[in-house]
């Protein structure tokens, strides 16, 4: 039995990376009218960008796959003003679908807690 579970756990860190998935859109004026479309990212795009530009009233969301130094550059640019004018940007690369709702989000990463849980059975024999 802890063979097995070794091999399991083994398999998970040294098995090849998964293409993230996000969702896209390009100009949607609501999140839930951009959520309708994902893509899977291809290399070296490994993370979910969004950019929310607000005037006034009006928003345009934008959400692609990006680079996470793409992502994280445009991220420090971003600004905006007292009236609430202007562009945010997110990124994220934690699971598929992370860019939902345009905020990073704190989820629970599967192969952490099976690699967490695995590491406290390996101890406790």
Same mark, same amino acid.
């Given at each position: 039995? /802890? #063979?097995? @579970?070794?091999?399991?756990?083994?398999?998970?860190?040294?098995?090849?990376?998964? *293409?993230?998935?996000?969702? =896209?859109?390009?100009?949607?004026?609501?999140?839930?009218?951009?959520? %309708?479309?994902? %893509?899977?990212? %291809?290399?070296? @795009?490994?993370?979910? #960008?969004?950019?929310?530009?607000?005037?006034?009233? $009006? /928003?345009?969301? +934008? /959400?692609?796959?990006?680079? %996470?130094? $793409?992502? /994280?550059?445009?991220?420090?640019?971003?600004? =905006?003003?007292?009236?609430?004018?202007?562009? $945010?940007?997110?990124?994220?690369? *934690?699971?598929?679908?992370?860019?939902?709702?345009?905020?990073?989000?704190?989820?629970?990463?599967?192969?952490?807690?099976?690699?967490? =849980?695995? +590491?406290?059975?390996?101890?406790?024999?």
């Amino acid at each position: 039995m /802890k #063979m097995l @579970l070794s091999l399991a756990l083994l398999s998970l860190l040294f098995s090849p990376a998964l *293409s993230l998935e996000c969702y =896209v859109c390009s100009a949607a004026t609501t999140n839930e009218e951009c959520n %309708q479309n994902t %893509q899977k990212c %291809q290399a070296p @795009l490994d993370t979910c #960008m969004t950019v929310v530009d607000t005037l006034g009233a $009006t /928003k345009a969301i +934008v /959400k692609q796959c990006s680079s %996470q130094a $793409t992502c /994280k550059g445009a991220a420090s640019t971003a600004s =905006v003003d007292s009236n609430g004018n202007g562009n $945010t940007i997110s990124c994220c690369n *934690s699971y598929n679908l992370c860019n939902f709702s345009g905020a990073e989000s704190v989820h629970v990463h599967v192969t952490l807690v099976l690699l967490s =849980v695995g +590491v406290l059975l390996l101890l406790s024999h």
